[in-house]
């Protein structure tokens, strides 16, 4: 799980500096300072090392999810996927684009389950796992011309056939278009780089980085962006002198590429964040950007580059706002709780007791699948559903329970 704030301090000294921590050096020795956008971009994704470039494996030693938490959380999904099959009039072909698929615990609990019990939507499932790095491989079965025109090798859970799963090394979904079925992301949005700002003298000032010699430090700054001061202004937000906060600007061409892959169907966004009202309240004076390093949460993203995910809540409201503008239409919003349980959450956690299990091994998967649902855990993550080219007034399984 990933929550909590950060608080920013300097690094601390250290003798060893990665490949990473020198390309970030080397901007700054060249331009001065650089945006925290930039600074983040380099941590996670730089090709000399970032933390997702680089990582093979490695990232469920940092941080858990949803989908590695327990396979009902793929399960429960693949209902709603079947669902929106139905509402697109059961079409032949139902493509399902995962973006940032990470290790495929979540392609492989999604395919698993609607072999299991959605046949005939599994034979019309066409499920593509897209990652910026793949991490994880299965024995190819076949192959098939990737979206860049390259051959890509097919991997399925043991089947060839229903429900194949598809690995396709992307960095998002612009090689992709004419979709017909659902987009669909898991924690995937709270990882784009952000700005980074602060209130002074009553204006929006930007956070810079760049070093002192040794240290990396902050310094505020007219923004690089009228985009940031544009986006706070357009929540209709007044902050208070001193307010340290984040604006994800990379949402705007997140959502571009989404409206222009998907010919009609939908999007299914799983994150952690807020509305904006409550994403840059008083609680969140110094910003929501926290760090994770082999389950430990901190707050300093200037120490262990390249070895630390950084991640910050997601602005929900901005997403739909955006959403709309490129045609796409909110259909649901609601906790991961609320959703999981309309979906049939009780059920499976009661199947449990008819499924054989030793009275160890079913309490154990049981306090996994409770994690989906905690409110201190998962459970009070956001969804968000948005539709294109779909008969207004739809009303999805997962979100019949939602607050107005």
């Known amino acids: 799980m990933r929550e909590g704030v950060g608080r920013f301090r300097p690094a601390r000294e250290t003798t060893l500096v990665s490949a990473v921590e020198q390309e970030i050096r080397e901007l700054i020795q060249r331009y001065g300072r650089i945006t925290f956008a930039r600074f983040m971009q380099t941590c996670l994704y730089s090709p000399r090392g970032g933390f997702y470039s ?22 429960l999904i693949a209902r709603q996927l079947e669902q929106m099959w139905q509402i697109l009039g059961e079409p032949p072909v139902f493509h399902v684009i995962e973006v940032g698929s990470g290790d495929g615990a979540l392609a ?59 690995q396709v090394r992307a960095e998002g979904l612009a090689a992709f278009r004419n979709i017909v079925g659902c987009i669909l992301c898991n924690e995937l949005i709270d990882n784009f780089p952000v700005h980074r700002f602060a209130i002074e003298d009553g204006r929006v000032k930007e ?122 239409e909110t259909v649901g919003y609601t906790l991961q709780r609320r959703f999981l349980e309309d979906l049939g959450f009780r059920s499976l956690l009661e199947a449990l007791e008819t499924r054989g299990l030793s009275a160890a091994r079913a309490e154990l998967s049981r306090i996994a699948m409770m994690t989906l649902v905690d409110p201190d855990e998962y459970g009070d993550f956001k969804v968000l559903a948005q539709a294109k080219g779909v008969e207004a007034g739809v009303e999805l399984l997962g979100f019949r329970g939602a607050e107005d």
């Not at 680089?54 to 399960?75: C, E, L, M, Q, Y």
């Not at 004076?285 to 926290?290: D, F, H, K, R, S």
């Open 54 to 75: 680089a990582r093979g494996d490695r990232i469920s030693a940092h941080f858990g999810t949803s989908a590695t938490s327990h396979p009902a959380f793929g399960a």
């Open 108 to 166: 492989r609990s999604i395919t698993d389950a609607c072999r299991r019990t959605a046949p005939r939507f599994a034979e019309a499932l066409y499920y593509v796992a897209a990652d910026y790095e793949p991490g994880w491989v299965q024995s190819p079965v076949g192959g098939f011309d990737g979206p860049d025109g390259t051959r890509e090798r097919l991997s399925a859970s043991g089947h060839d056939g229903a429900s194949a799963i598809q």
């Open 207 to 328: 956070i810079f980085v760049t070093t002192d010699g040794a240290r990396f430090i902050e310094v505020l700054d007219e923004p690089s962006t009228h985009r940031i001061a544009q986006r706070l202004d357009g929540l209709g937000l007044t902050l208070p002198e001193g307010y340290r906060g984040e604006v994800n600007l990379a949402m705007e061409d997140w959502v571009g590429q989404v409206s222009r892959a998907l010919d009609h169907g939908f999007v299914l966004t799983i994150d952690y964040g807020e509305l904006a009202e409550d994403l840059y309240s008083p609680e969140n004076a110094q910003g929501t950007l926290v760090c994770f390093n082999r389950h430990a949460i901190g707050g300093d993203p200037y120490q262990d580059i390249g070895q630390q995910d950084i991640t910050c809540q997601v602005d929900f409201t901005s997403l739909m706002r955006l959403g709309e503008v490129e045609g796409l």
